[in-house]
Structures are given as structure tokens and as C-alpha cells.
């Protein structure tokens, strides 16, 4: 009998230990779960795919996206009354704000110091004598055709100014100087419309191509063209179809950049016209106001090259008319760059012209050459390496600028 008790009570030792044993590690602590870290995009591979869209940075960070807590039997939340949540840091945009526009060339006018020792101080100089006899004004039109103003117009201009000075009688330096003025602003023909076609035309984007010769400041004045626009308010996608170097494609994703646009980009050697007409879609499809396609830059007498730009503009034009064909032209390179321009226009309709680095020339006189040689407003002028040192070009404050008539 007692036997029977002990063994009774062996087993009640064992049934408790063992069920013990089975409980005990519901009680014991979780496993501790490692932090959640942030979730990171993955890093886009090297552009080797044609074409390639580059997203626009972000103008200012979202808030980081709520972490949920990886334990799926959590206790139900406790319904806490509703608090106001503090608007989350407001964070510096990563993106530049342009200058405005307006106001712009009268800003740079200091730019245009080199001209203005011709035109202003040179020319001043020269109506300021007593005696405005016939070697005087000969003077007068060497002068101009030195600064690029060319033969034909020179001629005119200085013509006018005897006749008005004749008639006259007494001018002085000041007054003819204010005449001359207003000569070359005529010569530039201020009705000409300078407007930009950039904004949408019946909910599609405008289309501008960027064309030139090698250096001339084509990727250059896409980016600051771009700017312009942004600070305008409107939407722009850069088509890069100069794909002769993937640098090229670099240097405008990096102007983008700083303004948040998006490039459309595709890779070393591809066809530049695939590349400028998947701009233009992705431009339709994301519904912005302007496509602006840079392209390579090309020698006027580069048969093969002038027929692949002819080829570009007309694959882009499937999608619609390009609104606007932008001849980027160096002021420097002066007469020599005219030839090239109108070989330009044959191949491709030039809608209007940029006139760059005026900073580095003397000879401003340029700006009435080409338009007269090619009848086309120039419409932009660049005066510096600075992302917003381009300007709307505006005849009668370009010509004040020169001549010192705005002081
Ligand atoms: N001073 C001055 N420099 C300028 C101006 N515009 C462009 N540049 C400079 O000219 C050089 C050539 O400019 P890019 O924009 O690369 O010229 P590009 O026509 O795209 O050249 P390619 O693509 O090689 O044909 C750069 O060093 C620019 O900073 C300007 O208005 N003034
Ligand atoms: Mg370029």
C-alpha cells in the first residue's frame, strides 16, 4: 500500500514537471527583432539601355514613410484622442530658384563692357569733335564695320546719322549719339516678334531643338533655357541628343538638375533622333509644357552630319510640329560664324537665333549682321558662363546698353 502512495506521488512530480516545461517558454522574453532600417531606392544601374529617364530630384523631401511593427499579434491600439500632428521639418529644396528674368539684359549690361568702349566711349569720342567732316565720319563707319556691324548696314546707319546731322545743324556729341541710337535700334528692326515658343500648344508640349556648330554654347543655353523656364513657372523634359559623348549627356542631366528636370537620355552613339523623339513622348506622356533637345554640335560643311540633323528634326515632328529650332550662334567667331548660320537655316527652318558669349567679343555689332544676313530675330543672348546669365534680347535696351545712352 505505501508503495502505491510513493509511486502515486512520483508520478504527480513528473506530470507537474513536465507540464511545466511545455508552459515555461510561452513566458519567455521575444526574440529581439533587429531595427527596422530605412527603406532606401535602389541605386539606378549605369545607362546602358537606350533610353534612359532620369527623374528629377525631388523639390523638397516627403516625410519618411511610417515603419510598421513587424509583430503581428500586437495588443489593439488604444483609441487616444486625435492630436495634431507637427508639420514635419520643412527641408531647404534641393533645387535652385533662378533669378527672374525680367530686367535681365539691363542687369548684364556691365557684360557687355568690350562693346561698349567701341560703341560708347569709341564713338562718343568721334561725334564729339568740332569738325564732323567726311574723314570724321569715315571714322565713324570703320568703327562700326570693326565691330561686326557689317558693310551694308554700316552704310545705311551712318548714312541716316549725316542726313540727320546735316539737317540738324547743331548737334551735339550727346544728341548724335542719341541719333546713332536710334539708327541701330531701327536696323534691328524692333517689330521683329522675339518670343519664345515655349508653352504648350493644345495640351502638348512645345518643342524646341537647340542646333549649332561645335562649342557655340548649345548644351549650355539648353540648361540655362531651362532655368528660364522653371523660373517662369513651366514644366520642361531635356532631350540629350548629342549621344557623340556620354559626357555631353552629363553636362545637361547636370544642368537639369539643379532645376529638377528630367533628361532623357540614351546611350554612347546611339541614333540622336531616337533619342530626341523619346523625349518628345515622354515629354506628352508626363504632360509637361516644354521638350527642349540639345544636340551635337556639328560642322556646317559635315555633309553626313547636317543630313543627320535634317533627320532628327523630321523623326521628332511625328509626334507634331517642333515649335521652335534655336540656332546657337558664338558672337566671337564673328563674320565666319554668319556663313555658317545660313547653312544652318537651309538644312533645318531656323525659327530664331541665341547669340552667345557677347561678353567675350568687342564687337557687338554681330547682333544686327545676323539678322540681317538671315532675316531671323535673335531672340536670347548669352553674356556669361552663369547658369542665369542669359537674357531675353531686347533691341532698344541692348543698343542703350552699348551706346551709353541709358546712363
Ligand atoms: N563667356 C561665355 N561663355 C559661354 C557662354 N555660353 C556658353 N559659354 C561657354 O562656352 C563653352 C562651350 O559651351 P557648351 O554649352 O558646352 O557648347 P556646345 O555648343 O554644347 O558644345 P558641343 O556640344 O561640344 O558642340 C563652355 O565653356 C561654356 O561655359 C556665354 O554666353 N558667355
Ligand atoms: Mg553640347
Known sequence: MESYIVFGLVLLVVVIGATLALVAPRYRKPPTLPPPTEEKPPTPAPTEQAPTIEKAPPRAKAPPAEIKPSVIDAPPPVQAPPVVEAPPPVEVPEVEVPAPTAGRLVRLRARLSRSQNVFGKGLLALLS?????????????????????????????????????????????????????????????????????????????????????????????????????????????????????????????????????????????????????????????????????????????????????????????????????????????????????????????????????LDGTAKGGIVIAVQRKLGIPVKLVGLGEGPDDLAPFDARQFVDALVGTDA
Open 129 to 357: 569733335r568740332d569738325k564732323l567732316d567726311d574723314d570724321t565720319w569715315d571714322e565713324v563707319e570703320e568703327t562700326l564695320i570693326g565691330a561686326d556691324v557689317g558693310v551694308a548696314a554700316t552704310t545705311e546707319i551712318v548714312g541716316k546719322l549725316r542726313e540727320r546731322a546735316r539737317i540738324h545743324g547743331t548737334a551735339t556729341a550727346t544728341e548724335l549719339r542719341a541719333m546713332l541710337a536710334d539708327e541701330l535700334v531701327a536696323a534691328l528692326d524692333p517689330q521683329m516678334d522675339r518670343t519664345l515658343a515655349a508653352r504648350p500648344q493644345d495640351g502638348r508640349p512645345a518643342v524646341l531643338l537647340v542646333v549649332g556648330v561645335n562649342g557655340a554654347g548649345k548644351t549650355t543655353t539648353c540648361g540655362k533655357i531651362a532655368r528660364v523656364l522653371v523660373a517662369d513657372g513651366h514644366t520642361v523634359v531635356l532631350g540629350a541628343a548629342d549621344t557623340f559623348r556620354a559626357a555631353a549627356a552629363d553636362q545637361l542631366a547636370t544642368w537639369a538638375g539643379r532645376v529638377g528636370a528630367e533628361v532623357v537620355r540614351g546611350p554612347e552613339g546611339a541614333d540622336p533622333a531616337a533619342v530626341a523623339f523619346d523625349a518628345v513622348k515622354r515629354g506628352i506622356d508626363a504632360g509637361v509644357d516644354t521638350v527642349l533637345i540639345d544636340t551635337a554640335g556639328r560642322l556646317q560643311n559635315k555633309v553626313g552630319l547636317m543630313d543627320e540633323l535634317g533627320k532628327v528634326k523630321r523623326v521628332v515632328e511625328k509626334h507634331g510640329p517642333v515649335d521652335e529650332t534655336l540656332l546657337i550662334l558664338d558672337a566671337t567667331t564673328g563674320q565666319n560664324g554668319l556663313e555658317q548660320a545660313r547653312v544652318f537655316t537651309e538644312v533645318v527652318d531656323v525659327t530664331g537665333v541665341v547669340l552667345t558669349k
